[in-house]
């Protein structure tokens, strides 16, 4: 009797489809642990949020650091996420000769409300095995940015952070990377809709 294999892409296979045409323009796919993985519709609240997010951060990097929207990351041969929002290393290519990196990346951001448990656990545990040390989550449903550092392998052969703070919308939070940063996530979440 046969046992049947599960085939896991590489980001190789995944450009290749890509290149043939194997997506349509408006799918929203990344690749997670060699699976190809549909990404959830985006609601008001969360789009309202990256805009505001995107905003500030402008405001405070300006040059000193590269912010990406929505593109690919290379984390290993078989991870290649679209996270919501990444600080990166600036690059005179501009990254032009391929995605950023783990080395490259200072911050990457989530931004969740249908997809909070899917952040929370898939892509917590894929960024932590990919040593991503700053990972934060804006989370729409609790109200609350999740601040996680520290990742670590736990003794199942899972991975996850050993750091987790709360910080609330009334809050302000220091930038990794840049203790002279503050956020003010007050001007970042959405007002709260009743």
């Known amino acids: 009797m046969a046992i ?13 489809l890509t290149e043939l045409g194997f997506f349509q323009e408006n799918d929203r796919i990344e690749l997670i642990r060699g699976e190809m993985i549909e990404m ?22 300006g040059e000193r650091a590269t912010l990406r929207g929505q593109q690919p990351i290379i984390l290993s041969s078989y991870s290649e996420p679209e996270p919501d929002r990444v600080i990166v290393k600036n690059r005179e290519d501009d990254y032009l000769n391929g995605h950023p990196h783990t080395k490259d990346i200072l911050l990457l951001i989530e931004i969740s409300d249908s997809s909070l448990d ?18 934060w989550i804006f989370n729409l449903v609790d109200f609350c940015l999740e601040y996680y550092s520290e990742p670590y392998q736990k003794s199942q ?18 930038l990794p990377y840049f203790p002279d940063l503050t956020l003010d996530l007050s001007k970042v979440f959405p007002p709260k809709i009743n």
């Open 118 to 135: 899917y952040d929370q656990s898939t892509k917590l545990s894929v960024y932590a095995e990919n040593n991503i040390t700053d990972y």
């Open 4 to 16: 049947a294999t599960v085939k896991k892409f590489t980001t190789e296979d995944y450009h290749r």
């Open 157 to 174: 052969g899972e991975f996850g952070y050993l750091r987790k703070l709360i910080y609330l919308p009334t809050q302000s939070i220091t």
């Open 40 to 61: 959830a519709a985006k609601g008001t609240s969360h789009s309202v949020c990256e805009t505001r997010l995107e905003r500030e951060l402008y405001k405070l990097i």
